[in-house]
C-alpha cells in the first residue's frame, strides 16, 4: 500500500464520519492537540531549563576564585 493511498482512505473515512455526525474525538488515531498542552509544555521547559542553569551558576558564585583556577 502507498502513503497517497493510506491518506486518501482516510480522508474518505473522516468524510463519511462527519456526513454521519460522528466528531474527531470519537475515532481512535485522530486526536486533537490540547491547546492546554501547547502552552504549557513550553514553559515547563523553560522552567526546567533555568533551574537546571541557575544551580550551577549560584554554585559557583560562591566559590573564590582563587579556589576555581586550581
Not at 515547563?44 to 582563587?66: F, M, N, Q, S
Amino acid at each position: 500500500m502507498s502513503v497517497a493511498g493510506t491518506g486518501t482512505r482516510r480522508e474518505t473515512g473522516l468524510a463519511r464520519d462527519r456526513e454521519r455526525g460522528a466528531s474527531a474525538r470519537s475515532r481512535p488515531g485522530t486526536d486533537e492537540l490540547d491547546v492546554r498542552l501547547a502552552l504549557t509544555a513550553p514553559g515547563a521547559g523553560a522552567a526546567v531549563g533555568l533551574l537546571a542553569g541557575l544551580y550551577p551558576a549560584l554554585r559557583a558564585a560562591r566559590t573564590e576564585p582563587v579556589d576555581a583556577l586550581r
